[in-house]
């Protein structure tokens, strides 16, 4: 199976702040990453598909990037409501691992 | 609107079975492939099980394989999962979810709220 490396693990970041969150995987999966928004109680939301297509709805101060083994997200410009935890995930195989999850709280 | 339903998540004993359902309704559901994915208390997601629409293509997590069985039912929109042989690391939050992609290899589109299973004596 894939693994997917996630870092970091908590980030403490102020509103305005431009945060990029790193995910890095264990073999070449090319383009094959999402990336989602989880906040406490409620079910994930994807954010960005296909490493940097963001998903209709999704505020364009997300941004994704990568190929290979490695991609990150970019918050541009953090907001209130962006304090959650953030998630990437390959989909290169059938297993579609996860990354450990990454949790933006305020500095 | 996309609208996922879950239900049947309840507390059961090691060695017990479960039987969760996922009533789809907002899109055509005989269209698109389904999974399962779960999250133990506070930590991190996991997936579960893959059903393609016409239940072809089946897929399972080597952590539930064998004690899993993922099922649908096109015409009345529901997608089951039946947990046969629990264990106290089956303890989580299921969440079914729309399937983006091709032949089980796909990102998570839609999600429900999710159904909370217990194992434990």
């Known amino acids: 199976d894939i693994q997917m490396t996630q870092s970091p693990s908590t980030l403490s970041a102020s509103v305005g702040d431009r945060v990029t969150i790193t995910c890095r995987a264990s073999?070449?999966?090319?383009?094959?990453v999402a990336w989602y928004q989880q906040k406490p109680g409620k079910a994930p939301k994807v954010l960005i598909y296909?490493?940097?297509s963001l998903n209709s709805g999704v505020s364009s101060n997300f941004s994704g990037s990568g190929s290979g083994t490695d991609f990150s997200l970019t918050i541009s410009s953090l907001q209130p409501d962006d304090f959650a935890t953030y998630y990437c995930?390959?989909?290169?195989?059938?297993?579609?691992?996860f990354g450990q999850g990454t949790k933006v709280q305020i500095k | 609107d996309v609208k996922l339903v879950e239900s049947g998540g309840k507390s059961a004993e090691p060695g017990g079975s479960l039987r969760l359902a996922c009533e789809a309704s907002g899109f055509t559901f005989s269209s698109y492939a389904m999974n399962w994915v779960r999250q133990a208390p506070g930590k991190g997601l996991e997936w579960v099980s893959y059903i393609s629409s016409g239940s072809s293509i089946i897929y399972y997590a080597d952590s539930v394989k064998g004690r899993f069985t993922v099922s649908r039912d096109n015409g009345k929109n529901l997608l089951f999962l039946q947990m046969n042989g629990l264990r106290a690391e089956d303890t989580a939050t299921y969440f079914c979810?729309?399937?983006?992609?091709?032949?089980?290899?796909?990102?998570?589109?839609?999600w429900g709220q999710g159904s909370l299973v217990s194992v434990s004596s």
């Open positions: 995930q390959e989909y290169a195989t059938f297993s579609r691992s």
């Open positions: 296909k490493a940097s």
């Open positions: 979810t729309t399937d983006r992609g091709v032949a089980g290899r796909g990102y998570f589109d839609d």
């Open positions: 073999q070449s999966i090319d383009i094959w």
